[in-house]
């Protein structure tokens, strides 16, 4: 095993890999088995992570490769009759890292429908190689993460990010790192200035910039894309970076914000406890855990809803539209899934006297928001 020295695992970092270890199980899931059209199905499914990092951390915690690895291998093992080809592409500019990635999982036992590439060169140079490689591609599902050390390391360029979006078959997992961004682009202008298409006003909070990045990727992209971004903080409640999936799909969209709502427990951000608040938990048995869990994710998604209850009334006041209406704007315009409108939303919404129901069967039934 090669000599790095490893890097700390934070807790920022541990949460952000439990949010892929709970999409990209449905996301593969429901690619090898979903039919494109008639008899055809997807056969090409990509996995790109252009700073993939030495694949495991200090302690011997998993890297995301390894965590890719392992969801796309468990899951072929179970459906070993797919014809599907899975390609993972790792990079990262330290070559030391790349071999200490290789020697990890060449030590696995990978299912034969798995490839793997590796590149030691900066994370722009390897999109770009990859996308002109993917495009003889038929038949294929891309997913990039992009999870840069820092924004200032290597900037993915606005160009690049065009580019990948540019392929309806592919989608985005992006790590934005606001925080070295408002530390640092005030000193530093000439590093940022391109990708957040920016010529003056530069001091803006990490909000701004992701709201910024957003704006600006979906003026720049000809196709319709869906973007959703979930908040780290740190213990001083100050934004550190974004998580950002960007999708060209309504499903693909639905799905990502449900895992979020999964790992986060109904909190649309995530907050380091730090270590004196790490042993909490720890005092109650593991079913009083579920409860007390369990419990704050109601209340954390009460208090959420309240918030869907006012877009809707905003965005649908004076009109009457039907359920049909009021699902896809919840699921195509807002961090909101469907299992919040009906029960959570629309119910109240009509006990209050804030909205008439016309009909009785939920699919058929209007509304009218007064």
């Known amino acids: 095993m090669s000599k790095l020295e490893l ?57 995301s490769p390894i965590i890719a690895l392992k969801i796309f291998n468990d899951i072929l093992l179970k459906n070993k009759d797919k014809k599907v080809r899975v390609k993972c592409y790792f990079n990262d500019y330290n070559e030391e890292r790349i071999i200490h990635l290789k020697e990890l999982i060449e030590k696995m ?42 924004i200032a390391d290597d900037i993915v360029s606005m160009s690049n990010m065009k580019q990948i979006l540019e392929d309806d078959d592919t989608e985005i997992i992006f790590n934005h790192m606001v925080s070295d961004v408002v530390r640092n682009i005030k000193e530093y202008p000439e590093k940022y200035k391109n990708f957040y298409r920016l010529d003056k006003n530069l001091q803006k909070s990490g909000k701004e910039f992701n709201e910024i990045f957003i ?19 740190n213990t001083k409640n100050v934004t550190i970076y974004f998580l950002v999936f960007i999708t060209h799909h309504p499903r693909g969209y639905e799905k990502i914000k449900e895992a979020i709502w999964r790992v986060s427990d109904g909190d649309l951000q995530h907050k380091n406890k730090g270590e004196k608040n790490n042993l909490n938990l720890s005092l109650f048995s593991d079913e009083a855990n579920k409860k007390l869990k369990k419990e704050k994710r109601e209340i954390n998604i009460k208090n959420k809803v309240e918030d869907l209850k006012e877009i809707l009334i905003n965005e649908f006041k004076g009109k009457k539209v039907t359920y049909q209406d009021i699902c896809k704007f919840v699921v195509e315009k807002t961090i909101f899934i469907e299992s919040h409108i009906q029960r959570k939303t629309l119910t109240p919404l009509q006990e209050e006297g804030k909205i008439i129901r016309e009909g009785t069967n939920k699919v058929n039934s209007t509304y009218i928001f007064k």
């Open 7 to 63: 890097d700390e695992y934070k807790e920022q970092t541990e949460h952000k890999h439990e949010y892929l270890k709970e999409y990209l199980p449905v996301w593969f899931y429901i690619l090898i088995n979903r039919k494109i059209s008639n008899n055809i199905k997807y056969n090409n499914i990509i996995y790109v992570d252009s700073f993939s990092n030495a694949g495991e951390y200090k302690n011997g915690e998993e890297g």
């Open 215 to 233: 704006n600006n990727l979906k003026k720049e992209v000809d196709k319709e894309i869906y973007t959703a971004s979930y908040e780290f903080l």
């Open 109 to 150: 036992s990978l299912d034969n429908r798995i490839k793997v590439e590796y590149d030691e060169i900066t994370a722009n140079e390897h999109i770009k190689k990859v996308m002109k490689i993917i495009k003889r591609y038929s038949n294929k599902k891309v997913l990039f993460f992009i999870d840069p050390y820092k």
